[in-house]
T-cell receptor, first 112, second 111 residues
Framework: EAQVTQNPRYLITVTGKKLTVTCSQN?????MSWYRQDPGLGLRQIYY???????DKGDVPEGYKVSRKEKRNFPLILESPSPNQTSLYFC???????????FGPGTRLTVT | TQLLEQSPQFLSIQEGENLTVYCNSS?????LQWYRQEPGEGPVLLVT?????EVKKLKRLTFQFGDARKDSSLHITAAQPGDTGLYLC???????????FGKGITLSVRP
């Protein structure tokens, strides 16, 4: 089954404790992206990647890092989480050129 | 980042009613996608429109791309409770791969 998986689905952590949210897709898609979704602000792009070792900033990259060492994986790293990063996070993948995105189930992150 | 406006923001209707919602911008798009998101889940792609004036139908949902490729509409005929959700549009300007979503239209269809 074609899918995008994210882990964990729910995470409660404390300010400053480094964390990683994993994302994996099994569709051999070149394009992968991370979004955060907040009430009233909609879905905003954090980082995206056109292919292995190629990443670029989206609209809200501050406080986040990503890496793309393998085509299927695109982890999101919060080196020093802060309460304003409490949000619902989605990973997505797409075939390059179409940008018809397949989304993961989401990760709800709470930073206290 | 282009300005993208979706309207109305919220819509609550009775089962069986028809409705139309919009996605507008001052920018020209090379294509535009509509997604539906249900509570607790990720968005799911409904359709991609590419050609100016294009109309695509998905059962009771009709999607239209504006002639100038700056706007799009979604019309739902005889809405059902299963249509309830957040409808998002996402245009591709063709300039780069940084994608922007509209803030979405929250639709509630009452039985």
């Amino acid at each position: 089954e074609a899918q995008v998986t994210q882990n964990p689905r729910y995470l409660i952590t404390v300010t400053g404790k480094k964390l990683t949210v994993t994302c994996s897709q099994n569709m051999n898609h070149e394009y992968m992206s991370w979004y955060r979704q907040d009430p009233g602000l909609g879905l905003r792009q954090i980082y995206y990647s056109m292919n292995v070792e190629v990443t670029d900033k989206g609209d809200v990259p501050e406080g986040y890092k990503v890496s793309r060492k393998e085509k299927r994986n695109f982890p999101l790293i919060l080196e020093s989480p802060s309460p304003n990063q409490t949000s619902l996070y989605f990973c997505a993948s797409a075939q390059l050129g179409t940008y018809e995105q397949y989304f993961g189930p989401g990760t709800r992150l709470t930073v206290t | 980042t282009q300005l993208l406006e979706q309207s109305p923001q919220f819509l609550s209707i009775q089962e069986g009613e028809n409705l139309t919602v919009y996605c507008n911008s001052s920018s020209v798009f090379s294509s535009l996608q509509w997604y539906r998101q249900e509570p607790g889940e990720g968005p799911v792609l409904l359709v991609t429109v590419v050609t100016g004036g294009e109309v695509k139908k998905l059962k009771r949902l009709t999607f239209q791309f504006g002639d100038a490729r700056k706007d799009s509409s979604l019309h739902i005929t005889a809405a059902q409770p299963g249509d309830t959700g957040l409808y998002l549009c996402a245009p591709d300007t063709g300039a780069n791969s940084k994608l922007t979503f509209g803030k979405g239209i929250t639709l509630s269809v009452r039985p």
